[in-house]
């Protein structure tokens, strides 16, 4: 009764992250009952995806392994500031704001000693490299509002004021939409400390 | 920005049922930052599904496509009694509960008026071919309860009905560990038409 190719197909889907084994059985089941040009698909998708991504060496984002990233060779880009950022996913969604369009640099995670990350694990090294052979006179840090990111922030902040850049951080405050009776203090006491003139 | 690789996988995966375009570019970007050979072992076990696969023409299960069916092959299971579902995960589901040791038939969905699903477009003439070759004594009605499930056991006991055939159906009634206060009126009447002598 137990076959086999379907068990690997289940226990393969329920390896990703929030798919158990229920929702791992539907996907298989789901896929043996439909056209089989959907799950070769996403066979071959899973394949290609291997072959033609790799990683920037210089900023680390994604790049085709034929062309030069799409990030540092955009001409349009200034070349003068730099936003760091700790995962892929902030530069996407940061690009996605379209309020920024300078150069970035990803350090691949957060300084944390709780899980045993220190500079040394991450691509910090390189981007002092980075600053000290590039033209740029601003750095963005753009970390995560959360006590790892806070670190990280800390410690890049540590090491690199002093010298002529301008270091800023992204502002901490009130979300967009969010009603300020279901904010919790924190936020509120970070957004009052970072209050602004009003302009119109 | 948009790397195209990446967004055939997302669009490959959110074709699933269940995965958002949010779920999957989770599931991508998962794939992106961990060990390559989880993503390749999906994608072989998807291949592999489709390689290994098929349906046992007899009973409608999935088989191997170079064994035997394992549930028509089985010599410890009883000949003489057929239970008749309609998908091939309600065979799964019975074969779970272990209470059930005879032949089955997969009838491939219920008869369904509004969604154009007639008798032909099951395998019910295979079914009562099956029942006119073969030595069962028993017809085991295991459909859904539900107004299709309900329409196509009709359909098939006004078709059999009349013969030497013993004709059951599985039990309706108040499901294990419910309680009475919240169980929906349909229920209670059908648990209560199908009332038993209590016994110890």
């Keep these: 009764m137990q076959l086999e190719s379907i068990e690997r197909l289940i226990l393969a889907f329920s390896t990703l992250p929030g798919i158990g084994k229920k929702s791992a059985r539907r996907l298989t089941f789901f896929l043996l009952d439909h056209d089989p040009s959907l799950g070769k698909n996403l066979s ?3 394949l290609g995806v291997y072959e033609s991504i790799d990683h920037c060496p210089q900023c680390g984002f994604y790049k ?3 062309e030069p990233c799409s ?3 955009d001409l349009h880009r200034d070349t003068a500031s730099l936003c760091v950022v700790s ?3 902030d530069c996407i969604a940061i ?3 379209n309020a920024f369009l300078g150069q970035y640099h990803i350090l ?3 300084i944390s000693p709780l899980d045993g990350v220190s500079p040394k694990d991450l691509r910090i090294d390189a981007l002092f490299q980075r600053i000290a ?4 006179t601003e750095i963005v840090l753009a970390l995560d509002a959360t006590v790892d990111g806070e670190t990280t922030a800390q410690y890049l902040y540590s090491h690199l004021d002093g010298s002529d850049l301008r270091i800023t951080r992204i502002a901490a405050g009130i979300p967009f939409g969010t009603e300020l009776e279901y904010t919790d203090r924190i936020t509120i ?3 009052l400390n970072m209050r602004r003139d009003f302009s119109r």
């Design 108 to 110: 691949g995670g957060t």
């Design 87 to 89: 995962k892929i996913q």
């Design 133 to 136: 052979d590039g033209s740029f």
């Design 95 to 97: 690009e996605s704001s």
């Design 71 to 73: 990030l540092c060779s």
């Design 189 to 191: 006491s970070r957004a």
């Design 64 to 66: 085709t392994r034929e």
């Design 44 to 46: 071959e998708a899973l």
